[in-house]
């Protein structure tokens, strides 16, 4: 009797040492996220000027003909500026850019790479409004959302460089 309690009481902690060990091992959660910044005051047509003038420096400076918009914080436009030789279909993907950044709060480049890893994150496919080309740019202004800026014409990469530039010259 004492030598199965003894046997009991061993077998026990090596099940307890082993679980412990076990659960070291697992890989910690990945953090969460920051919160989206909440809405702000929609931009003014002063700071969508600043943003339009910044954007397009930086466009000009590039060579590059693109389309630029400049949405408020209710997803409503407040500038578009089509430079000569930009192509006609770039109005509507800088459009859907800056209203995907404004209404999810996020750079469209979180949809991009959310597809890019493919799996459960292709349901990004049919989120109405979440365009999945980088260049849409929540524009943020002390902590608030104030508005967004699209721009399409060039490479994504290259069309995000644009609305960038255009967000730092409010600064």
Avoid: C
């Avoid at 697992?26 to 910044?54: E, F, N, R």
């Avoid at 989120?127 to 902590?143: K, M, N, R």
């Amino acid at each position: 009797m004492r030598m199965q309690r003894l046997l009991s009481l061993v077998v026990g902690t090596l099940l307890v040492l082993a679980a412990s060990l076990a659960s070291a091992q697992q890989p910690a959660a990945p953090a969460a996220a920051p919160p989206p910044p909440p809405y702000g005051t929609p931009i003014s047509l002063d700071h969508a000027k600043k943003v339009m003038a910044g954007a397009e420096a930086e466009a000009n400076k590039n060579k590059w003909n693109v389309v630029i918009v400049v949405l408020d914080s209710g997803g409503n436009l407040v500038m578009l500026h089509r430079m000569d030789g930009a192509q006609f279909g770039s109005i509507d993907v800088a459009k859907e850019k800056a209203y995907s950044a404004v209404a999810f709060r996020r750079p469209t480049k979180a949809f991009e790479d959310a597809l890019g890893q493919g799996g459960v994150n292709l349901r990004v496919l049919r989120l109405p409004g979440a365009s999945p080309l980088e260049g849409g740019l929540p524009i943020v202004v002390d902590g608030k959302l104030i508005g967004a800026v699209g721009v399409s014409g060039v490479q994504a990469t290259q069309d995000a460089q644009i609305g960038r530039a255009g967000i730092e010259s409010l600064k």
